[in-house]
């Protein structure tokens, strides 16, 4: 089970960037698909998890609004939109898959998920 994280960069306040997971390895039926950030020093956080139907998704509050998460139909790649960057969302942003459909309790826990990427940076600044 592989899961390939990209599309991270360096960009200003208020812009925009899209980040993709590709998942192999391993089927996505009924799979949920986070995303987490990690800043310098600080512990992994949820942003947000979709289920790969595409039927249920959630967002942290901080996120909500902003960043839009999306499954491409031959569920083998999910995308998190970000609009609106701010200084604050600068992390390395990591992809997990959890073979159960989200629970809006406890999808924001790292434990959920058995598979995760290696992550990719985003950094916003002027």
């Known amino acids: 089970v592989q899961l390939q994280a990209s599309g991270g960069g360096l960009v200003r306040p208020g812009e925009s960037l899209r980040l993709s997971c590709v998942v192999s390895?391993?089927?996505?039926?009924?799979?949920?698909i986070a995303w987490f950030y990690q800043a310098p020093g600080r512990e992994r956080v949820a942003v947000s998890v979709i289920r790969s139907d595409s039927t249920t998704a959630y967002y942290t509050d901080r996120v909500k609004g902003r960043f839009t998460i999306a499954v491409d139909n031959a569920k083998t790649s999910v995308y998190l939109t970000m609009n609106d960057l701010k200084p604050d969302d600068t992390a390395v942003y990591y992809c997990?898959?959890?073979?159960?459909?989200?629970?809006?309790?406890?999808?924001?826990?790292?434990?959920?998920?058995?598979?995760w990427g290696q992550g990719t940076l985003v950094t916003v600044s002027s």
């Open positions: 390895g391993l089927s996505l039926d009924d799979h949920s």
């Open positions: 997990a898959a959890d073979p159960r459909p989200p629970n809006r309790f406890t999808w924001f826990f790292t434990s959920q998920y058995q598979n």
